[in-house]
């Protein structure tokens, strides 16, 4: 017999253990842990110890995430409120911007908008935007996160240190599931954190703040 033969027979005879109890008092396992003999009884408990150890990190982790998301959750609606109290239209680019740095603690945020009506082309929001950027921003399907390799977009942000970048299209709101509307705004977040975003992460948030400040910012279109 081999240890298969072995393991199978155990497999297919599991009253073998009753039928032979003295074995499990009998049988001497070395224990990885202080490598002295133990039986088999306690090396199955030794098992199980590391078991529930492994499940008890994993609920941990499961817990911190769940607080985490919850956190999120409530600065995303606080964001939100913010955005909805806000009548003066004016004011709205900067509720979007201001309320990003101060309710999610981003060290920096910059955001630029074109093909706006008339009344707001003078905003300094709408300064500045090159043809270069809308390309890249129509061509953003997806928020950007990731180090700051020199993006033209990196410069609104106006520090020199930022390591680290976010950067999130705003597109006209589409009422057919599935499909993006033009882009008219870029949403540029900024840290001089390298790990603060990076291409790792999640960016199911960062789609919404998309999506939602697209949604607000779309009265300004002409």
Same mark, same amino acid.
């Given at each position: ?64 995430? &769940? ?132 291409? &790792? ?12 400040? &697209? ?8």
């Amino acid at each position: 017999m081999n240890a298969q033969d072995v393991v199978t027979f155990l497999q297919t005879n599991p009253q073998f253990f009753e039928d032979h109890a003295e074995l499990l008092a009998s049988v001497q396992l070395t224990s990885p842990h202080s490598h002295r003999a133990v039986s088999l009884q306690e090396r199955q408990m030794e098992i199980l110890r590391e078991k529930n150890k492994g499940l008890e990190l994993k609920l941990a982790d499961l817990v911190r995430h &769940g607080h985490d998301n919850d956190r999120t959750q409530q600065r995303m609606h606080a964001w939100q409120l913010r955005l909805l109290a806000e009548v003066d239209s004016h004011a709205l680019p900067y509720a979007v911007q201001d309320g990003l740095q101060q309710v999610f603690e981003v060290p920096v945020v910059a955001l630029k908008l074109w093909h706006v009506a008339e009344g707001y082309a003078h905003m300094e929001v709408t300064q500045g935007v090159s043809e270069d950027v809308r390309l890249f921003a129509e061509g953003l399907r997806a928020p950007y996160c990731g180090p700051n390799s020199g993006f033209e977009a990196a410069a609104w942000l106006e520090r020199d240190d930022i390591a680290s970048l976010a950067m999130v299209t705003l597109r006209v709101p589409s009422r057919e599931p599935g499909t993006l509307g033009a882009a008219f705004g870029l949403l540029v977040l900024g840290s001089p954190e390298a790990r603060r975003f990076h291409e &790792g992460m999640g960016t199911a948030y960062l789609a919404q703040i998309g999506e939602v400040a &697209g949604a607000a910012l779309n009265r300004l279109r002409d």
